[in-house]
């Protein structure tokens, strides 16, 4: 079983910034091993992909409206995956998920991804 809990939205003025984060409980997997990604749901939207990290961490890609401003990365040692978000735009407000990727392929399509969060709730002001 694999539970994902993403923590760190808001509310929060355009140009602030915010940083999300997502612990990985699983049993029987290695967090480690695998890629995680960052979506997000605007009302009335579909799901969109934000950002994804390898699983070393070492490789990471996004989405062009939000190049420059955001950064994921991950902390194996806590089984954590992490989005910076800076200079935050009111277009940027959704529901953002974090996902587990257990074949590792770093991939922006949401229907690659095995596991997801609940979703944490950010919201800009403009």
């Known amino acids: 079983q694999v539970q994902l809990v993403e923590s760190g939205g808001g509310l929060v003025q355009a140009g602030g910034s915010l940083r999300l984060s997502c612990v990985c409980a699983a049993s029987g997997r290695t967090f480690s091993r695998h890629s995680m990604g960052w979506f997000r749901q605007a009302p009335g939207k579909e799901r969109e992909f934000v950002a994804t990290?390898?699983?070393?961490?070492?490789?990471?890609s996004y989405a062009d409206s939000v190049k420059g401003r955001f950064t994921i990365s991950r902390d194996n040692a806590k089984n954590t995956v992490f989005l910076q978000m800076n200079n935050l735009k009111f277009e940027d407000t959704a529901v953002y998920y974090c996902a587990a990727d257990y074949r590792g392929l770093g991939s922006s399509r949401d229907l690659d991804y095995d596991y997801w969060g609940q979703g944490t709730q950010v919201t800009v002001s403009s």
């Open positions: 990290v390898s699983w070393s961490g070492s490789r990471t």
